[in-house]
Structures are given as structure tokens and as C-alpha cells.
């Protein structure tokens, strides 16, 4: 295992794929991990996020001194269940907001790596377009 890069970035895991949720303090990142957890996601690590390359793939962990904790503004720190790791398949960045009703395809990179991403969307289903487009096999249709 090459060392570990943190990243501030939020991730849980949805049927063993990472989601790396990323953006700047107060971006929602934490709410959006929340959300994805009540549809059945595992955290993985939030706020910050150790990521390594591991035969080519992405591999989220959390950082020992915030394993399976979680912050729920207006609430505290909660303490849930945790995934040890997940590979990333899937980036949302929070700090971006998607404008285009069907957008083109984004991409960023992580460790060299390109990641599918998607710009956050200011809409109550994101959480659950997030986990149909993670079950999909993203073939574009238009």
C-alpha cells in the first residue's frame, strides 16, 4: 500500500462503491453522507477521507482518530457503524452546483486516477439520484 493522501472530503459506501463526497467546510458534505446513510449507505469517513492507490483502484479509509463518527450540525457528533474501506467509484463535488438540466458527463482525478463526478444538485432526490446513477450502468442516453 503506497501512503495515504487526506483529503477533506466526506465518503460512505453503497453496495461496496465508494462515494467521495468533496467541497468546503459548510458545503454539506456531512448532510449529504447523512442522507445517503438513511437510504442504506455505510459510512466510511467523514469530513476527512484517506484515500491510497491499491492495484490501480482508489481506496477510501477513515482516519483512526475519527473512525465511525460523524457530524450532524445542530445535533453533535454521532457515533455509527462504519465500512474499514471502500473503492471509490463515484466523486460528488459539493462545491460545484450543476446549472445544466442533462448534463455532459464530469470527470475528476484523484491520485492520478479519473473518477466519474457529479456537481451537486440544490433538489431533494440528489441523495436518491446518487444511488439510482451507482446502480445504473451509465450508459448516456439522450
Not at 453496495?15 to 437510504?39: D, E, F, N, R, W
Not at 474499514?84 to 450543476?98: K, R, W, Y
Request: aromatic share 4%; with cysteine.
Amino acid at each position: 500500500m503506497t501512503s495515504a493522501l487526506i483529503l477533506h472530503a466526506s465518503c460512505v459506501a453503497v453496495a461496496g462503491k465508494g462515494v467521495l463526497i468533496t467541497g468546503p467546510s459548510g458545503s454539506g458534505k456531512s448532510a449529504l453522507a447523512l442522507q445517503l446513510m438513511a437510504y442504506g449507505a455505510t459510512l466510511v469517513a467523514d469530513d476527512r477521507t484517506a484515500v491510497h492507490l491499491r492495484q490501480g483502484q482508489i481506496i477510501a479509509m477513515p482516519p483512526a482518530t475519527i473512525q465511525g463518527m460523524i457530524e450532524a450540525r445542530f445535533v453533535g457528533l454521532l457515533h455509527v457503524p462504519n465500512a474499514q474501506e471502500a473503492p471509490v467509484t463515484l466523486v460528488v463535488d459539493m462545491e460545484q452546483v450543476e446549472t445544466q438540466r442533462l448534463p455532459e458527463p464530469h470527470s475528476t482525478t484523484v491520485l492520478d486516477i479519473p473518477l466519474p463526478c457529479l456537481q451537486k444538485v440544490n433538489a431533494p432526490y440528489f441523495p436518491a439520484a446518487i444511488l439510482a446513477y451507482l446502480q445504473g450502468d451509465r450508459k448516456e442516453v439522450r
